[in-house]
């Protein structure tokens, strides 16, 4: 059995602890404050990161260094026979596009994913990930198999501001976002990693409702495909903690039985959703 690293980036949004546990390498997003480069969880904290958004900082997000990412795969080959590399949607970033051309020189050693996901859908995929490798599968193989699925997890997002969207420019429909209308929440769906706008309702508490129908016929679609241990249901929020707690107990009484898992929103989706925002998905592993 080949001994198999697994690398992805800071926008699944894997835990410290967890990384630790599944034996996951990360490679920090690079973002800019003013101008001033800055790496997640290294030299830019999600506090100060908020902070630069409130103050009317100019922030703009870049793929991870391809010379860092480098360097993690060589002193990885070192010790392990493959590397497999899920980076983010490659809708939202380049660093799959990178990842992959550079991955051309090794010799078939380090597989590239196409994962079309972010957030706890895309550390739902790289944990999968290390389940496949401990079944025995090569790298090539556990890319195929992920890539097969890749499509079958959709996040619902609403948003505190739309002065966010507006800003990102980064959003099909973008038109229709056009000035704050007072009360009126869009619900961004993030599928495939293209945020798109899927419909638009008045309050918030109309909004986190429409979602959980959406959400309901989502798992309905993959209990009809997958076994129920497959299907998984998160929330994710960027400064609405409180709030994800108190949805998470409304969630427990429309899905029984299943674990909600929680999450921060990744730093990336923050700069075009910001602050308040509050979402959940369903995804299969």
């Not at 420019?169 to 209308?181: H, K, M, V, W």
């Not at 959400?215 to 497959?230: G, H, I, M, N």
């Not at 949805?247 to 929680?262: N, V």
Request: aromatic share 6%; proline share 3%; hydrophobic share 40%.
């Amino acid at each position: 059995m080949k001994k198999i690293a697994i690398v992805t980036d800071s926008n699944s949004g894997i835990s410290p602890e967890d990384a630790q546990q599944y034996g996951i390498q990360v490679l920090p997003m690079i973002f800019y404050v003013d101008g001033q480069e800055c790496r997640e969880g290294i030299s830019l904290t999600e506090e100060e990161f908020f902070d630069a958004l409130n103050q009317g900082a100019q922030v703009s997000t870049s793929q991870p260094s391809t010379a860092e990412m480098i360097e993690l795969w060589e002193k990885l080959l070192k010790s392990y026979d493959q590397v497999l590399h899920v980076p983010m949607s490659k809708v939202l970033s380049g660093g799959y596009s990178a990842a992959l051309a550079v991955s051309e020189e090794y010799g078939g050693r380090v597989q590239v994913v196409d994962s079309r996901r972010i957030s706890l859908t895309q550390v739902s995929m790289v944990r999968h990930a290390r389940k496949l490798a401990e079944a025995g599968m090569d790298a090539a193989q556990i890319k195929e198999k992920l890539e097969e699925r890749a499509l079958d997890a959709t996040i619902y997002l609403t948003v505190e501001s739309l002065k966010y969207l507006k800003k990102g420019g980064r959003i099909s429909g973008a038109g229709a976002l056009a000035g704050d209308i007072l009360n009126i929440k869009p619900i961004i769906q993030l599928k495939g990693g293209l945020l798109e706008l899927h419909e638009k309702v008045r309050g918030r508490k109309k909004a986190k409702k429409a979602m959980e129908e959406l959400l309901a016929e989502d798992y309905k679609r993959f209990s009809a495909q997958y076994p129920a241990e497959s299907i998984h249901i998160g929330i994710a929020q960027a400064r609405a903690g409180e709030e994800a707690l108190e949805w998470k107990e409304e969630m427990q009484k429309l899905f029984p039985g299943k674990e909600i898992e929680m999450a921060v929103l990744p730093l990336n989706i923050c700069c075009h959703v910001g602050p308040g925002t509050i979402g959940a998905g369903v995804y299969v592993d």
